[in-house]
């Protein structure tokens, strides 16, 4: 764990999720361009307007999370902001830490709930929150909670919000596609088919095989996209919890916290099945029990203090 | 003919361009170490300011503890005096020493560890001695990112240029002035 090896972590990271941006994007438009033809019956025109219908919608989605999903999620956690005079130990620890990272000082909240959980969202780390609940502000002693602290401003550091937001809403673009396609099939949609025969003229048997490729993509690309989202979700996690170690050089902090985390029943109300991703901990099910899946968003709370123990020498 | 100049100017317009790129990213890393750097000042200065705050509250409840008082006093003055690291450094781990004695001291008086004020001066300074040891790291951090940056090829050409020096890590001998003394207690 080289300071070295985390700075260009950071530069990985970034660099990673442009790519997987372009690339989505890429795949996104061929998706809908391909959908557009069929539906099109070929017709050029129809499958870039399909396309390009897709993709606005997938835009301004992103720019709406991007710049609103911190806020929205806030308010559905029902989380309130604290000043340091409401806690001034919270913001010492965070404060702390800041510095330990160079990072600018994030808005913190409150979510009244003895359920122990945390999250962070925002932008970038200048529009960072950190939200935990009382439950565990409360259960926690300073080193715990710096340990979390770090784990949160870590998911800030390596820009994961970002990066979560922009892949959850990119996924949830493509679903919804090939869901439309999907029915659409069902409804018939044959309209236009004969049209586009009558304007391309012959080009039966390639129109066919487009379709049956587009209805294989449409079934399949939800599918992976899932994986593909959980398996980078974990992955995070993993980063955020050795990054936190990075800022507190103190892994037993954090390794304490998560196993009194994984041994509190309690279910946090506020936390559904969108925002589940976001905590420290999988707020909903008791999540160490589960064998492992390739749609968990969280890796066993067992392998990540192992994890973390290993870095006690 | 002019194919090969055209070439040779591409080449030579993409080379500035890369010098100038390093160039930045170097100077970028090197005003990263110097915040770095001013950011342990600030937290030293942090701790001088709550000592008298400290000294007077305790000092309410526990007047003829005056010996420890007056280190404490003492030591942060020597702090604030000192000139050069390796001076500072001690002056820091004597008082620091001091710290920890009133502290320890306070068990004895129920009543001072009772007083609120004086509770939320003892996690204002065990914060800042916690940041001071962050802002330390963040220091040593930031150094070996831009050391890093500078000597390796082909940067370290252009950082012999440009005269980018290797930046010190901040070390001390003493093992104990490293960790920062445990006055934190557990809620």
């Known amino acids: ?313 | 003919m002019t194919i090969a100049v055209l070439i040779i100017l591409g080449v030579i317009v993409l080379m500035i361009l890369a010098i100038i790129g390093v160039y930045n990213s170097l100077v970028q890393k090197r005003i990263r170490c110097q915040e770095a750097w001013s950011q342990i000042d600030v937290q030293l200065k942090r701790r001088y300011d709550l000592i008298p705050n400290l000294v007077e509250t305790v000092k309410g409840y526990a007047a003829h503890e005056k010996e420890t008082l007056e280190r404490v006093i003492q030591a942060r003055n020597q702090a604030i005096a000192a000139q050069g690291v390796r001076q500072q450094a001690e002056a820091e781990n004597m008082l620091t020493g001091a710290l920890r004695q009133l502290f320890a001291l306070s068990e004895a008086y129920p009543n001072l560890k009772a007083n609120e004020n004086f509770l939320a001066l003892q996690e204002e300074l065990s914060s800042t001695e916690n940041r001071i040891s962050f802002a330390r790291q963040h220091y040593n951090d930031s150094a070996a990112v831009y050391n890093t940056a500078a000597q390796s090829f082909p940067n370290n050409v252009i950082a012999g240029m440009f005269g980018f020096q290797r930046q010190d890590y901040f070390e001390l001998e003493d093992t104990a002035m490293r960790q920062a003394p445990k006055v934190s207690f557990n809620r």
């Open chain 1, 1 to 313: 764990m080289a300071v070295e090896t985390f700075y260009t972590q950071i530069a990985r990271n970034k660099r990673n999720t442009w790519l997987l941006i372009i690339a989505f994007a890429v795949f996104f438009i061929a998706l809908g361009l391909l959908i557009g033809h069929v539906w099109g019956g070929g017709e050029v025109r129809f499958s870039i307007a399909t396309a390009a219908a897709a993709g606005g919608i997938a835009f301004i989605l992103t720019l709406a999370s991007y710049y609103g999903g911190g806020s929205v999620l806030l308010g559905l956690s029902q989380a309130k902001e604290i000043t340091k005079a409401d806690d001034p130990q919270l913001f010492n620890v965070v404060e702390e830490l800041t510095i330990a990272g160079g990072l600018p000082m994030p808005r913190i909240f409150l979510i009244n709930d003895t359920a122990m959980n945390a999250f962070a969202t925002g932008r970038n780390p200048k529009h960072a929150c950190v939200a935990i609940t009382t439950g565990l502000r409360e259960k926690l002693t300073r080193d715990e909670l710096q340990g979390v602290l770090g784990h949160e401003l870590s998911h800030v550091r390596h820009y994961d919000i970002l990066f979560a937001t922009l892949i959850a809403v990119m996924v949830g673009v493509l679903v919804m596609l090939c869901d439309i396609f999907l029915r659409s099939l069902w409804w018939g949609g044959g309209g236009r088919r004969s049209r586009g025969r009558d304007s391309r003229g012959g080009g039966g048997g390639a129109m066919a095989i487009m379709a049956i490729i587009a209805l294989v993509l449409a079934i399949i690309s939800p599918i992976l996209a899932r994986i593909i989202q959980m398996a980078i979700s974990r992955q995070r996690e993993y980063l955020a919890d050795a990054g936190s170690v990075e800022l507190t050089r103190n892994p037993e902090g954090l390794a304490h916290a998560l196993a009194k985390l994984a041994d509190d029943p309690e279910v946090l109300e506020v936390a559904n099945r969108a925002t589940a991703p976001l905590y420290i901990i999988h707020p909903i099910k008791k999540f160490e029990e589960r064998s492992e899946s390739i749609f968990d968003t969280h890796p066993p709370v067992r392998d990540r203090i192992e994890r973390l123990m290993a870095l006690v020498r």
